[in-house]
């Protein structure tokens, strides 16, 4: 099975946005769960945000009330929309599912400088 594939990110200022999506093929879309994840080099990848399976969504205590994950059914698309970002949100962010994970993907690179 393919990995998801990720884009839109980029390079911005501390303080700005941007909006990282992530795309699935296949039918396993509506049956399992997405996350975004991100990892700097040196670090073990983490998990951002997350939908529950039932339907809520879930964030790690540094993006909370910044980041907003959603979903468009209709392009099995999910994105990220990262606002207020700060310099330690520079990271490679990635996109999987939970219950039965595929192979990484190359992710995107989300750089904020200071």
């Known amino acids: 099975q393919e990995p998801l594939v990720e884009s839109g990110g980029g390079l911005v200022q501390a303080g700005g946005s941007l909006r990282v999506s992530c795309a699935a093929s296949g039918s396993t879309f509506g049956r399992d769960v997405i996350a975004w994840y991100r990892q700097v080099p040196g670090k073990q990848r983490e998990l951002v945000a997350q939908?529950?399976?039932?339907?809520?969504?879930v964030y790690t205590d540094s993006v909370k009330g910044r980041f907003t994950i959603s979903r468009d059914n209709t392009k099995n698309t999910v994105y990220l929309q990262m606002n207020s970002l700060k310099p330690e949100d520079t990271a490679v962010y990635y996109c999987n599912y939970v219950l039965r994970p595929r192979s990484w993907g190359q992710g995107t690179q989300v750089t904020v400088s200071s």
């Open positions: 939908f529950t399976i039932g339907g809520n969504t």
